[in-house]
């Protein structure tokens, strides 16, 4: 499992944007998802963009990793751990349609 980090475009040249998180920059590949614009969020996992985000889903992923950060350190509260799961799927994982159609058809 991967856990893609949202970043802020700065800039984009070809197929590499230049992206910020608090006070880090990096050059990330954008040619999964083409053409951005300084103010996009893009999720990137290994210096790779894999897709753009809407601020409420950077808002949770953050919250999320935030209380990651804190359980790993030994120092989350309850309040962090619910704070950081705040809105994250619960249940069962479901696959994307284009796999469920899949389930129970004889493939090759």
């Known amino acids: 499992m991967c856990v893609a980090i949202p970043w802020t475009v700065v800039s984009q040249e070809g197929i590499l944007a230049d992206v910020e998180r608090g006070n880090q920059t990096r050059r990330v590949d954008v040619s999964l998802i083409g053409t951005v614009s300084p103010g996009d969020i893009v999720l990137v996992f290994r210096d790779q963009a894999l897709r753009t985000a809407d601020v409420e889903e950077a808002r949770q992923i953050n919250l999320a990793v935030e209380s990651l950060a804190k359980v790993l350190e030994g120092t989350a509260t309850e309040a962090d751990i ?27």
């Open 82 to 108: 619910e704070v950081g799961l705040d809105g994250l799927s619960s249940g069962e994982p479901t696959l994307p349609p284009h796999l469920q159609a899949l389930v129970g058809k004889k493939t090759v």
